[in-house]
């Protein structure tokens, strides 16, 4: 049996779940419904549970995993109801949701992103906050030159968005000026073709399009989200209402074997338990 070690123990209700699928795994349905078993929720999770998903499937011959997008607040509502057999949500649970069973299936750090030509490499949380509160407007205070700040924000709904506002912005607003887009790629796909803007996604969807800014001195890292030495660290989680049906045991069970959890680690996030 594996000795599980959790990365921070404020998780330890939803871990001890995953841990019970993990020892006491039960097998799939032998006749699942038409539709599958049904994923949904946070487009920041969206592209790697589609990854498990793929990779589940070609495992599990004749056995069917829907992934949805729609954004955590969606996802949670959707297994709340039943349309979802499983919520996925890129934020932490909020009082009134807690009464759906979670699973943290993997770590994410926040990083916030500019166009690999802008000079800025370096800021700390509290110029990142004023940014995004339309308080700084142009890059020539922050040495990034004559240029007026492009802001790129996620949706209102949006689980990247609200650990941004909880971990970033406080009792500050984002701006309404700011670009507002539905996706991590296409806040990506902005920064990358504008010299001008500035945003956040996902540390597991950062590459060479855009740069990483470090805040306060420390980059986003594996090592750094690891320590908490980075200071924008969110969990990635899988939701269901009441006790998750056999299917979706079965499909948490391998997003939290060894080998899937090697895959969290080369896509960019970190896995939710460490040795």
Same mark, same amino acid.
């Given at each position: 049996?594996?000795?599980?070690?959790?990365?921070?123990?404020?998780?330890?209700?939803?871990? =001890?779940?995953?841990?019970?699928?993990?020892?006491?795994?039960? !097998?799939?349905?032998?006749?699942?419904?038409?539709?599958?078993?049904?994923?949904?929720?946070?487009?920041?999770?969206?592209?790697?549970?589609?990854?498990?998903?793929?990779?589940?499937?070609?495992?599990?011959?004749?056995?069917?995993?829907?992934?949805?997008?729609?954004?955590?607040?969606?996802?949670?509502?959707?297994?709340?109801? %039943?349309?979802?057999?499983?919520?996925?949500?890129?934020?932490?649970?909020?009082? *009134?949701?807690?009464?759906?069973? +979670?699973?943290?299936?993997?770590?994410?750090?926040?990083?916030?992103?500019?166009?690999?030509?802008?000079?800025?490499?370096?800021?700390?949380?509290?110029?990142?906050?004023?940014?995004?509160?339309?308080?700084?407007?142009?890059?020539?205070?922050?040495? %990034?030159?004559?240029? *007026?700040?492009?802001?790129?924000?996620?949706?209102? !709904?949006?689980?990247?968005?609200?650990? =941004?506002? +909880?971990?970033?912005?406080?009792? *500050?607003?984002?701006?309404?000026?700011?670009?507002?887009?539905?996706?991590?790629?296409?806040?990506? +796909?902005?920064?990358?073709?504008?010299?001008?803007?500035?945003?956040?996604?996902?540390?597991?969807?950062?590459?060479?399009?855009?740069?990483?800014?470090?805040?306060? %001195?420390?980059?986003?890292?594996?090592?750094?989200?690891?320590?908490?030495?980075?200071?924008?660290?969110?969990?990635?989680?899988?939701?269901?209402?009441?006790?998750?049906?056999? *299917?979706?045991?079965? =499909?948490?069970?391998?997003?939290?074997?060894?080998?899937?959890?090697?895959?969290?680690?080369?896509? %960019?996030?970190?896995?939710?338990?460490?040795?």
């Amino acid at each position: 049996m594996r000795n599980e070690k959790l990365l921070a123990s404020k998780w330890v209700p939803g871990a =001890f779940l995953a841990l019970f699928f993990l020892f006491f795994p039960v !097998g799939c349905s032998r006749n699942p419904s038409q539709r599958g078993l049904v994923v949904a929720g946070s487009t920041s999770i969206q592209p790697f549970a589609d990854h498990w998903a793929e990779i589940y499937m070609r495992e599990h011959p004749g056995r069917i995993v829907n992934v949805q997008g729609g954004g955590s607040s969606a996802g949670i509502q959707a297994a709340r109801e %039943g349309a979802a057999d499983i919520g996925m949500s890129s934020r932490e649970l909020r009082d *009134e949701e807690k009464e759906l069973f +979670e699973v943290v299936v993997a770590w994410d750090g926040l990083a916030v992103i500019v166009h690999p030509e802008n000079p800025v490499s370096d800021l700390s949380l509290d110029l990142v906050r004023n940014i995004f509160a339309g308080n700084i407007r142009s890059w020539k205070s922050l040495g %990034g030159g004559e240029r *007026e700040i492009h802001v790129v924000t996620r949706e209102e !709904g949006s689980g990247t968005r609200s650990a =941004f506002q +909880e971990m970033v912005m406080k009792k *500050e607003r984002i701006f309404k000026g700011a670009i507002v887009q539905d996706s991590n790629g296409t806040v990506r +796909e902005i920064v990358a073709n504008d010299p001008s803007s500035i945003g956040y996604i996902s540390y597991g969807l950062v590459n060479e399009s855009v740069k990483a800014l470090r805040l306060d %001195g420390v980059e986003p890292s594996y090592d750094h989200i690891i320590e908490k030495t980075y200071q924008l660290v969110r969990p990635f989680l899988f939701v269901t209402r009441g006790e998750p049906k056999p *299917e979706a045991i079965d =499909f948490i069970n391998f997003v939290l074997s060894r080998k899937a959890q090697e895959m969290v680690r080369h896509d %960019g996030l970190i896995p939710a338990f460490r040795e």
